[in-house]
T-cell receptor, first 111, second 112 residues
Framework: QKEVEQDPGPLSVPEGAIVSLNCTYS??????FMWYRQYSRKGPELLMY????GNKEDGRFTAQVDKSSKYISLFIRDSQPSDSATYLC???????????FGKGTTLSVSS | DTGVSQNPRHKITKRGQNVTFRCDPI?????LYWYRQTLGQGPEFLTY????????KSRLLSDRFSAERPKGSFSTLEIQRTEQGDSAMYLC??????????FGQGTRLTVV
């Protein structure tokens, strides 16, 4: 079992839809959780950072962490064609140590 | 723009040749990471520096790979005797204080 599991998709939604992206993990020591967006042939771009359990909102994006279930989510409201990208979850146990990534979920938003 | 610059952006090399990539983070980034990413996969951790000290290396990292960060500024990643399986995107990321890492645009390596 990989440390971080993420459904690669692809996920296709119409413009304006609410998108839910998820990751599960096995290492209970993980306490820092991040979501990155990656466009084709570009480096990953940090979207959201969350420490421990709880919710965090930033504009159209909401990140949720449920440490008891070892499950994290990213919600995108009012999705736009420009949101079409690969979304990567990443996590680490201690600040500064290696981030462990999921495989990424490819999202396509059609206009 | 994360301020992390990687050069070159693309590199094509023949199997068996040595290649070197460079990463220039911003001056505030005391942490520096190297990752490798292949098509359809998430970034895979290679190695990590805190200032000039290499603190962690992946067990998957072949001894053909070596990285340096002299004076805690820029970093280089060298691959010796390249193999076709080394073809990938090599990503550098910097960080400071909090756990987030900020990535450069990557160097795409093709071994022919």
């Amino acid at each position: 079992q990989k440390e971080v599991e993420q459904d690669p998709g692809p996920l296709s939604v119409p413009e304006g839809a609410i998108v839910s992206l998820n990751c599960t993990y096995s290492n209970s020591a993980f306490q820092y959780f991040m979501w990155y967006r990656q466009y084709s042939r570009k480096g990953p771009e940090l979207l959201m950072y969350t420490y421990s359990s709880g919710n965090k909102e930033d504009g159209r994006f909401t990140a949720q962490v449920d440490k008891s279930s070892k499950y994290i989510s990213l919600f995108i409201r009012d999705s736009q064609p420009s949101d079409s990208a690969t979304y990567l979850c990443a996590m680490s146990g201690q600040a500064g140590t290696a981030l462990i990534f999921g495989k990424g979920t490819t999202l396509s938003v059609s206009s | 723009d994360t301020g992390v610059s990687q050069n070159p952006r693309h590199k094509i090399t023949k199997r068996g040749q040595n290649v070197t990539f460079r990463c220039d983070p911003i001056s505030e980034h005391n942490r520096l990471y190297w990752y490798r990413q292949t098509l359809g996969q998430g970034p895979e951790f290679l190695t990590y520096f805190q200032n000039e000290a290499q603190l962690e290396k992946s067990r998957l990292l072949s001894d053909r790979f070596s990285a340096e960060r002299p004076k805690g500024s820029f970093s280089t990643l060298e691959i010796q005797r390249t193999e076709q399986g080394d073809s990938a995107m090599y990503l550098c990321a910097g960080g400071q204080g909090r756990p987030e890492a900020f990535f450069g645009q990557g160097t795409r390596l093709t071994v022919v």
